[in-house]
């Protein structure tokens, strides 16, 4: 997508999770249940690489996340692809609290997994296959690193507090520590403007357009290329489109100018079924 040539193939799609999937996440209390199943394409200067599908649930008192992928199109000619990722925990105190993620990308000649245990945004175990390998300018992580944390998934779900409009510009203004299982970065988010977005089936309607902000903080080799011209970017936006039925907003759109083009990944299905309550159903 941009300069990762000197980096190895586990570390190019590593990268691109960290471009593609995380979004801020912030405090709300919680809603009625809602499903949502929505289908992505990635594209590089107008050229697919990629497919995936995001289903997630949102409960009174507990959240999923799964996502899936493979690579699509002429990527597919040079090297093929696939990935998993799921994330699950619950809503307490009025905010998401993950409790497990784990994530899994299988190249030609690679396989990777992460898995992560989290307790109230402290990262109590984790694991990493193939493991990080050393490097004398590698900053190391440390326990205070993995405090206060979300995984990657669960940081993509938008919680809006209130009872205002969902769509609120101030809902883009936010901070955000993420820990993917190898980097510890955060990611800083501003609103840009609104727009309108268009499924191919599903929802069609305003969303937020929101900046990101990458800021690499332990577990990474600082003069990387990825790493920098990641870090440098002022131009990254996400679109955040609602989840009908709650109070929750998803990623919809994300973008990033690269040298190679425009790096696009875009719903083509945003389905959401709103569910009722578990108290709603119980007093019918």
Known sequence: ??????????ANFRVVAV??????AAPCAAEAQARLDARYVG???????????????????QFTAAASGTTAGLLRVFKSGQGTGASRGTINANHFVPSSYSA???????????????????????SATPPTPPHPKRIPLTDADRRGVLDPMSASLVRVPGNGDVLDPEICRRHVAIFDGRLRYDLDLAFKRMDNVKS???YIGPALVCSINFTPIAGHIPDRAAIKYLAKLREMEVWLAPLAGTRVLVPFRVQIPT??????LEATQFVAVP?????SVKTQ
Do not use: C, Y
């Open 1 to 10: 997508m941009f300069p990762l040539q000197h980096l190895p193939p586990r």
């Open 200 to 202: 191919e089936k599903g």
């Open 275 to 279: 569910q009722p309550s578990r108290a």
């Open 104 to 126: 899994t990308i299988i190249t030609d000649k690679h396989t990777e997994e992460v898995r992560i245990t989290l307790n109230g945004g402290l990262v109590k175990d984790f």
């Open 259 to 264: 040298p190679l083009g425009l790096a696009l």
């Open 19 to 24: 471009v593609f999937l995380l979004v801020g």
């Open 43 to 61: 594209s590089l200067a107008g050229v697919t690489l990629g497919k995936g599908a995001w289903v997630i649930d949102i409960g009174d008192t």
